[in-house]
């Protein structure tokens, strides 16, 4: 039976984010910095997974930028962003893009759907665009899983109550199912990328850039 976990009853989304991904904002803040590199002048920016939004409001471009969610805390469209309901399982439009984001999205999509996903933004990317690719992973040594997922833990519970941490945990097994590294990276390998680099790390949180 189904867990009763849902992201669209925390109160403070970027909050509750905030504390259960260590150095999340060194994250933002490092794709925000790697992302001027790619803007380029009439095209757009894509957040796959926007949830409230706050990403895509922090990019200080005339470009124009459209958020992707299907959670109902994803706010309305404003004069600079045009917010549009989807379902990432199915498939969705980018075009005459430099940049798409990816930020913990995939992993809670069907494994069955994710080649796809990839490709849509690959053939979406222009030539030199960049494609952010940011998951929670599985580490292929049991060993190292046991230490980060622990470590990690350990984190949340300056935050979170042991309670609140395994109620969690159990609702998210539901659906949420992270690849491995190597997984991810032949999922953009197949698409297409093969420049791709690992900018960002923290415990079994990484961020990877893929460009086109």
């Given at each position: 039976m189904?867990?009763?976990?849902?992201?669209?009853?925390?109160?403070?989304?970027?909050?509750?984010i905030d504390k259960s991904i260590p150095n999340y904002d060194v994250l933002l803040n490092c794709i925000l910095s790697i992302s001027d590199y790619?803007?380029?002048?009439?095209?757009?920016?894509?957040?796959?997974?926007?949830?409230?939004?706050?990403?895509?409001?922090?990019?200080k471009s005339n470009n124009k930028k459209i958020g992707y969610d299907d959670a109902k805390l994803m706010p309305t469209s404003t004069e600079d962003i045009e917010y549009v309901k989807k379902d990432l399982?199915?498939?969705?439009?980018?075009?005459?893009?430099?940049?798409?984001?990816?930020?913990?999205?995939?992993?809670?999509?069907?494994r069955d759907k994710r080649e796809e996903y990839c490709?849509?933004?690959?053939?979406?990317?222009?030539?030199?665009?960049?494609?952010?690719?940011?998951e929670k992973i599985y580490q292929?040594?049991?060993l190292l899983q046991e230490m980060l997922s622990f470590a990690h833990y350990d984190y949340k519970c300056t935050h979170f109550s042991e309670e609140?941490?395994?109620h969690k945990e159990r609702d998210l097994r539901y659906i949420?199912?992270?690849?491995?590294?190597?997984?991810?990276?032949?999922?953009?390998?197949?698409?297409?990328?093969?420049?791709?680099?690992?900018?960002?790390?923290?415990?079994?949180?990484?961020?990877?850039?893929?460009?086109?």
């Open positions: 189904e867990g009763n976990f849902d992201f669209n009853t925390i109160k403070d989304f970027d909050d509750h790619f803007i380029t002048k009439d095209t757009t920016i894509y957040d796959l997974g926007c949830s409230t939004g706050k990403l895509l409001s922090m990019i399982n199915y498939k969705f439009e980018i075009k005459n893009s430099s940049l798409v984001y990816s930020i913990f999205t995939m992993q809670f999509l069907r490709e849509t933004i690959y053939n979406g990317l222009n030539k030199g665009g960049a494609f952010f690719l940011c292929e040594s049991g609140e941490i395994m949420m199912k992270p690849n491995t590294l190597q997984q991810n990276i032949s999922l953009l390998n197949t698409a297409g990328f093969k420049n791709i680099t690992q900018f960002w790390q923290s415990y079994n949180f990484i961020g990877l850039i893929a460009i086109k």
